[in-house]
């Protein structure tokens, strides 16, 4: 038996024989009898298992280590202690000793030494709530786009496109080593083109969206970015959905929607966990998350924010400009403004990728970012060009040739219409609901400059 299903049917299993498999996370001995605080994984409450010199192997139990297996069959009593039952044990069998040297001994580990001992993390209390978080946060996301008709699009890992012109990409290629010192010939390449991981999978996302109206992705890509922040990782999992028929008003609506849906999916299927994270990681991350639930998301053109920002009586380290991005102390200032989530949208054409409507001023294009209490910015989106032309000039005026990317502009000759989508950083996401400030934390063996362990 799971400890899920022995605890969801707790009331009905007292007095009677249970047989679990799992981990003793600690014990306690006495001379006669001990105490063993007992977990299987398959939730994140422990049981406690009391056994006495009854036992057969009674010896062999007490001197069981933190860390071993073991198989227990015994009956489920009310607990005389803190906890409202426990097993008190009729037979133990030891599957899997553990020996002294054990590196997650039941004390308090910091997270850099946790990120040492990647392989091993899950064991703690705190990764088991992270990645249990992180699993239903993933199933929610999938709950949302099927229940509402979208297409899971398995995007290609592999790409000959920079969706972001951003140029920090990590290359592919299957040449010898020796020879790439030397100025490259792709021709004699594994594809015959430079090719790249994925930075992003929009534009060919954009390819279904076209077809089937409502399509998303969800999978890892990568970004050779050398940056040692707490927010970048060179891999890392994205949330990409692309809506045809849809605007810029439309593609917040559902930004706002899909947020609110997996915040309220966490907290109703993860309790336990996110009773943890507020005791021991972000005090009144509950209410945070509730707060957002029932909040209604601002939106602002970026002209507004800036002009905000400047009226603002704060002296800032990076000074808010009407062409510029906004750094972190103007995202955490506008939401402080709002009280709440902010949409900051129509963007500054010049610090945004080609492939965003150009608006009518000619200045500006339909993107948009969400910005939430405590963390910045969340996801970031726009409408796209959709008029052939104009994209044609727009990949021209950044020093891009149109004819590399043939089949995205047939897609506006083939058909066009509006259609937008939006990006989310789904470790992003998970710093937000958990409260742990660091990507490193909420990716099981995270990719980052110099560390590819695991």
Same mark, same amino acid.
């Given at each position: ?301 970026? *002209? $507004?924010?800036? =002009?905000?920002?400047? #009226? ?5 380290? &990076? ?5 510029? @991005? +906004?750094? *972190? $102390?103007?995202? =955490?200032?506008?939401? #402080? ?5 902010? &949409? ?5 054409? @010049? +610090?945004?990728?080609?492939?965003? =409507? ?97």
């Amino acid at each position: 038996m799971d400890l899920l299903e022995l605890h969801k049917q707790s009331e009905d299993l007292l007095n009677k024989e249970v047989t679990l498999e799992g981990w003793i996370k600690n014990h306690r001995r006495q001379k006669e009898f001990g105490f063993i605080d007992f977990s299987d994984g398959t939730c994140f409450k422990h049981i406690q298992v009391v056994y006495d010199n009854t036992l057969e192997n009674f010896p062999e139990i007490s001197h069981t280590l933190v860390g071993s297996a073991l198989k227990i069959t015994g009956t489920l009593i009310p607990s005389s202690g803190n906890q409202d039952y426990e097993v008190k044990a009729s037979q133990i069998e030891v599957v899997g000793a553990c020996p002294e040297d054990y590196p997650i001994q039941p004390k308090r580990h910091t997270k850099e030494f946790l990120r040492e001992q990647a392989y091993l993390r899950p064991r703690t209390n705190l990764f088991q709530a992270v990645f249990r978080v992180r699993s239903v946060a993933a199933h929610a996301i999938h709950t949302y786009f099927q229940e509402r008709g979208y297409v899971y699009f398995h995007a290609p890992l592999l790409t000959s496109s920079d969706c972001e012109g951003a140029g920090e990409m990590f290359q592919v290629t299957t040449l010898p080593i020796d020879t790439l010192k030397d100025k490259i010939d792709y021709s004699k390449d594994f594809f015959g083109k430079k090719v790249n991981l994925t930075v992003s999978t929009q534009l060919e996302l954009e390819t279904f969206a076209t077809s089937f109206k409502k399509s998303y992705s969800f999978g890892p890509t990568f970004r050779a970015e050398n940056s040692n922040t707490k927010t970048h990782a060179a891999e890392f999992w994205m949330v990409e959905p692309e809506i045809a028929f849809c605007d810029l008003n439309g593609d917040m609506d559902i930004m706002e929607s899909m947020l609110k849906f997996v915040v309220q999916y966490v907290l109703e299927h993860c309790p336990d966990e996110m009773e943890f994270f507020d005791t021991f990681v972000e005090k009144g991350i509950i209410e945070k998350l509730t707060k957002l639930i029932n909040s209604k998301f601002t939106r602002i053109d970026h *002209k $507004e924010a800036i =002009k905000i920002l400047k #009226e603002a009586n704060i002296k800032w380290e &990076f000074e808010p400009e009407y062409g510029e @991005d +906004i750094a *972190k $102390e103007h995202e =955490k200032y506008i939401t #402080e403004y709002f009280n709440g989530p902010v &949409f900051i949208k129509n963007w500054p054409k @010049d +610090i945004k990728a080609f492939y965003m =409507k150009l608006n009518s001023d000619g200045k500006t294009v339909a993107a948009v970012d969400l910005e939430v209490p405590g963390a910045g910015e969340l996801m970031g989106g726009s409408q796209r060009e959709e008029d052939y032309d104009k994209l044609v000039s727009r990949m021209k005026e950044l020093g891009l040739n149109p004819e590399d990317m043939e089949w995205y502009l047939n897609l506006r000759k083939y058909g066009t219409c509006p259609h937008a989508g939006f990006g989310m950083g789904f470790e992003r996401l998970l710093i937000y609901l958990t409260g742990v400030d660091n990507i490193r934390d909420v990716i099981a063996y995270p990719r980052t400059p110099g560390n590819c362990e695991f």
